[in-house]
């Protein structure tokens, strides 16, 4: 697990996951995954099995949404990187579950205080300066990060389009995940 420190926080690392874990997380089937793997849209093992950290999974995560709307999946690997902390960013709002908090117990107390009040925690820890919820899209394969999807319907512009709720995507990551996306050790 790779670790980072974060100012306040203590260090936050990753946690990894089996194709079976990515599976049950995403929908992409591990057979897919394979498929996926062999044609290099998913990055070749550097160990004997196949393992992704939260950001994979997360990125993997909109780019299976994105192909099962019909976009290839080379063209979602840009998307799928550049939207995967937001959907960090998002499960980490989502409730319990996302994060494995270790440490001091009044420390940790007063770490799940801030998360609970202020959206900056989960903003250093995804790495998200603006927390964007949608990906649009009304002309594949260009796709636009939005705040407010409501808006793009009302438009009265486009006949047919594109919405990723990022916030649901997470949400299920968290829901469907064996274990916490990360770990983060407060210091006592």
Not at 7 to 23: E, I, Q, T, W
Not at 45 to 63: K, L, Q, Y
Not at 166 to 184: D, E, Y
């Amino acid at each position: 697990m790779d670790w980072r420190d974060i100012k306040g926080m203590g260090r936050v690392g990753l946690n990894d996951f089996s194709p079976g874990d990515v599976a049950a997380m995403t929908g992409l089937s591990t057979d897919l995954q394979r498929v996926w793997r062999r044609r290099g849209h998913l990055p070749a093992r550097s160990e004997s099995r196949a393992s992704f950290d939260a950001r994979d999974v997360a990125a993997i995560a909109v780019r299976h949404e994105l192909a099962r709307m019909g976009f290839s999946p080379p063209d979602t690997v840009e998307i799928g990187i550049k939207a995967a902390p937001l959907v960090l960013f998002y499960a980490l709002l989502s409730g319990d579950g996302a994060a494995d908090l270790r440490g001091g117990l009044k420390r940790l107390a007063e770490i799940a205080e801030r998360f609970a009040q202020d959206e900056k925690v989960a903003k250093s820890i995804s790495g998200v300066d603006h927390p964007y919820r949608y990906l649009w899209s009304s002309s594949p394969p260009m796709i636009e990060f939005v705040d407010d999807a409501c808006a793009m319907l009302s438009a009265d512009r486009f006949s047919a389009m594109l919405v990723l709720d990022l916030a649901v995507i997470g949400h299920q990551l968290v829901a469907n995940s064996p274990k916490a996306l990360f770990t983060i050790e407060v210091p006592s």
